[in-house]
């Protein structure tokens, strides 16, 4: 039996060291086609796991089909970015949908996307959600974005009531929807937004994004142009061996959230998304290490 499928069930978890053993069991990755072919061996990552397909700029929206079909005929759960403002017109959606279904689709992540203006028919994620194209194409499986710790261009008013708008879209469509954050680096601000997402009546479960192991550099890097800058520059200021060495573990931060998850019975939070910047197979071997080491394989 894999880690996956002895993990706990993190929705009853009461214990930090479950917590811990679900989260890491349950991670999922974000992974482009050549982080994959980089890979030593196709088991480096376990059937069951759930895969992100990155939407890159300049990309077209069919690009991925051929990963996602590879993905998915290697036992794993193939979810492509959709970036809403990013696409050129509904016939390119029209025509890719149907590709990704049939090459085995575990549902879409869909975000508004880095445009400044939309490329095409779509000003943001609502939008395209009301279309209605991805219900006719029967995808009933949808992630949102998430943001912690805001968003550079929309406040944090905006932000809930666009939350509760698509959770309601959702159950009146009946649609699996979830939330995938952006990712953090500080637990205490994930663990009031999980909070402010309750009392604002939202309960859809969230994936929250957390940086695999990489260079403190690089991370900073991405944490600045993402609009994650806060809990960067507090974790700058944090003497330790992390800053010491200049390398960044997501340890003390699964930790934390796990903490948080035991100690809050009505907690949103059901999974951890890794953000692999610092290279897929190294964050895979961090996972596979992290839970060897924790007696839970």
């Not at 982080?35 to 991925?64: C, E, H, I, Q, W």
Request: proline content about 7%; hydrophobic content about 45%; some cysteine.
């Amino acid at each position: 039996m894999s880690a996956l499928e002895s993990a706990p069930d993190l929705k009853t978890v009461t214990d930090e060291r479950d917590a811990l053993a679900a989260l890491a069991a349950g991670a999922s990755f974000e992974v482009t086609a050549s982080a994959y072919d980089k890979l030593p061996s196709p088991g480096a990552m376990p059937a069951g796991t759930r895969v992100y397909l990155p939407f890159l700029p300049g990309a077209a929206f069919a690009d991925n089909v051929e990963l996602c079909g590879r993905l998915a005929g290697a036992g794993m759960r193939p979810i492509p970015h959709l970036a809403a403002r990013s696409v050129v017109s509904e016939a390119e959606l029209e025509a890719a949908l149907p590709r990704y279904v049939e090459a085995g689709a575990d549902g879409i992540l869909l975000i508004a996307g880095d445009p400044d203006e939309p490329q095409g028919p779509y000003a943001d994620t609502m939008q395209l959600l009301e279309s209605g194209i991805l219900i006719r194409h029967g995808i009933n499986r949808i992630g949102v974005a998430g943001h912690p710790e805001g968003h550079p261009r929309a406040g944090n008013d905006v932000l809930l009531d666009a939350l509760r708008f698509k959770q309601a879209y959702a159950r009146e469509q009946s649609i699996d929807m979830w939330v995938t954050t952006q990712f953090v680096f500080e637990a205490d601000q994930l663990a009031q937004w999980d909070r402010e997402l309750r009392d604002a009546g939202i309960d859809m479960p969230v994936h929250v994004g957390i940086p695999g192991p990489a260079k403190m550099r690089t991370l900073l890097s991405f944490a600045l142009s993402c609009g994650v800058g806060t809990s960067m520059r507090m974790l700058q200021k944090r003497p330790g061996a992390a800053r010491l060495l200049g390398r960044w573990s997501p340890d003390e931060l699964l930790s934390n959230i796990a903490a948080h998850v035991a100690a809050t019975p009505h907690s949103l939070i059901e999974g951890v998304h890794i953000y692999p910047f610092g290279g897929l197979n190294g964050a895979l071997e961090w996972r596979a290490g992290y839970l060897t080491t924790h007696a839970w394989v």
